[in-house]
C-alpha cells in the first residue's frame, strides 16, 4: 500500500512539473487587483504603495521552483517609477498547512527588467518574477494547498516634464 501511494506521488509531482512546465508559471495581473495609497510626499514626487493579489494556484510541484510573474498597469496620468516588489503567502486552502521554509519559499524580485523601472501614463508591462520554490520535504498537507500570493510594491509617481 504504502509503495502503491508513492507511485501516485511521483507520478502526480511528474505531471505537476509538466504542467509547470507548459504554463510557464504562475502569474499576477496587478492591473485588476491594483490597492494603491499614496503615502508622502518626496519632493515634487509622491511615494505609492499598492498590494497585489495573485488567483489562487496549486501549490508547484515538490523541488521546483516556479516563477510568479508580475504585471503592472499604471492607472495614473503621470509616469510611475517601481522601486520594490516583495511576495509573501496570502492564504493557503488547507486550514492544517502553516507554510514555513521548510514548505514553501517566496524568493526576491527578479528581472528583467531590474528595479527601479518606470512605466508611462496608461502603460502596460511584465513587471519580472518572484520565484516561489517548493522543497522536497514538504508536509503532505501544503504539497496539496491552493495559495494566495500577495505582491506588496513600492514607487513613486512622477510628474510629466513640461514640454517647451
Not at 510626499?41 to 495573485?54: Q, V
Not at 502603460?123 to 519580472?128: F, H, M, N, Q, S
Amino acid at each position: 500500500m504504502r509503495t502503491l501511494y508513492r507511485w501516485r506521488w511521483v507520478a502526480m509531482s511528474v505531471a505537476a512539473l509538466a504542467t509547470t512546465a507548459l504554463i510557464g508559471g504562475l502569474s499576477v495581473r496587478a492591473d485588476a487587483t491594483t490597492a494603491e495609497k499614496p503615502v508622502a510626499p518626496a519632493g515634487d514626487a509622491e511615494t505609492l504603495r499598492f498590494r497585489l493579489r495573485s488567483e489562487p494556484v496549486e501549490a508547484p510541484a515538490p523541488g521546483t521552483t516556479t516563477p510568479l510573474r508580475i504585471r503592472l498597469t499604471n492607472p495614473h496620468d503621470d509616469r510611475v517609477r517601481i522601486d520594490a516588489l516583495t511576495g509573501h503567502v496570502l492564504t493557503v486552502s488547507r486550514p492544517d498547512c502553516h507554510p514555513g521554509t521548510s514548505d514553501l519559499t517566496v524568493g526576491p524580485h527578479g528581472g528583467p527588467p531590474r528595479l527601479p523601472f518606470t512605466l508611462g501614463p496608461g502603460e502596460t508591462a511584465d513587471a519580472g518574477t518572484i520565484p516561489v520554490f517548493v522543497p522536497l520535504a514538504v508536509s503532505a498537507a501544503c504539497r496539496t494547498a491552493t495559495y494566495q500570493f500577495l505582491i506588496i510594491g513600492t514607487g513613486v509617481r512622477l510628474p510629466i516634464p513640461d514640454s517647451a
